[in-house]
């Protein structure tokens, strides 16, 4: 090829190659990485999107310049012509994606390897999936509906589902684990930002799937041992309001004494009303089987799809806690 040609093609590339790396920078694309495992992620990322527009930019230099110099003129029907293989062209394009495709991978083991490692201390919390919320268990015993973690230490996370599969993905983390039920699954994170992230599932689970969120609230590590040691959100408010969050139960239901806004279920402020209509003795009892039996009675307008582990799940004595607690907000507005 002609020295000319070449410039013209590497001025093609240039061009192409400046236009999407400004696409690929100039908008932004990714969630800001609040930990160490994203971070790592994002250079995977960033790694593979060098390489692309590298390749993109030199194939649309090529595309551009062979459309323009060599195509038919109006009346010319002629065929072109004849074309054999070219050995040492092959080879070179052949050898060069190869090298570049086991680079990514090379580098994609590195980040998986260092992301799996959560040191000789890790912060352990249980996370424990059901249709349709997350709960979070601490190593002292205490469980809350949002997760709370420190900054810069590293935190495994021990992922289970009650029901169905449920997928746990906070998106400036970066990592996505799926939830089984009877299956421990892991991931490590290492928080770097402080900040509140939200927690979304990402597997198709019911009905309640798009509502079943919570959020991660990073604070610094002094902030964090006073949370835990004071465990601040459970003692706050009324017993039976500790038991609604921590089944998650505000991912389904409206409760405005709870903040819970949920439109899965029926709206729990009116509960009064609705058990005078259903009829099925007194308030209390028409809550507590609408808890362990909801199949029982379904409110009209909504189905039978609230979980029905409920009674075994809440020891009876904070089922009772649960239902004064419901009857108490719903008698009161
Ligand atoms: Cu749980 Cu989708």
């Not at 593979?48 to 038919?72: E, M, N, P």
């Not at 928080?191 to 599932?201: E, L, Q």
């Not at 990073?218 to 465990?231: D, M, R, S, T």
Request: aromatic residues 8%; hydrophobic residues 45%; charged residues 15%.
């Amino acid at each position: 090829m002609r020295r000319g040609s070449i410039i013209q093609i590497g001025a093609i590339a240039l061009v192409a190659g400046a236009i999407t790396t400004a696409v690929a920078t100039l908008i932004p694309w990714m969630p800001v990485a609040a930990g160490e495992e994203a971070t790592r992620i994002h250079f995977v990322y960033w790694f593979a999107t060098v390489i692309s527009i590298v390749v993109f930019s030199i194939v649309i230099a090529v595309l551009i310049f062979a459309v323009w110099k060599f195509r038919a003129g109006p009346d010319d029907d002629s065929d072109g012509p004849p074309i054999h293989g070219h050995t040492k062209l092959e080879i070179v394009w052949t050898a060069i994606p190869a090298v570049l495709v086991t680079s990514i991978a090379i580098v994609s083991a590195i980040v998986l390897a260092q992301n799996s490692r959560a040191g000789s201390d890790p912060l352990n919390v249980k996370v424990t999936a059901q249709q349709f919320a997350w709960t979070f268990t601490y190593p002292n015993g205490k469980t809350y509906g949002s997760l709370m973690l420190p900054k810069g230490r590293h935190t495994r996370l021990d992922i289970i589902s009650k029901d169905v599969i449920h997928s746990f993905w906070v998106p400036q983390l970066s990592q996505k684990q799926d939830a089984l039920a009877g299956q421990h699954n892991f991931i490590v994170i290492t928080p770097t930002r402080t900040g509140t992230f939200p927690i979304v599932c990402t597997e198709l689970c019911g009905v309640g799937h798009a509502l079943m969120r919570s959020h991660v609230t990073i604070v610094e590590p002094a902030k964090f041992n006073a949370w835990l040691k004071g465990g601040a959100q459970a003692a706050a408010g009324p017993p039976g309001l500790a038991v609604f969050q921590q089944n998650g139960c505000g991912s389904c239901h409206t409760l405005a004494s709870a903040n819970a806004t949920g439109k899965v279920g029926p709206d729990l402020d009116n509960l009064k009303a609705e058990a005078a209509k259903a009829n099925r003795g007194s308030l209390e009892a028409f809550i507590k089987e609408s808890i362990v039996k909801p199949e029982a009675y379904i409110q009209p307008g909504f189905s039978d799809v609230m979980p029905h582990i409920f009674g075994t799940q809440i020891p009876s004595d904070k089922l009772d806690q649960l239902v004064q607690y419901l009857a108490a907000g719903s008698k009161s507005s």
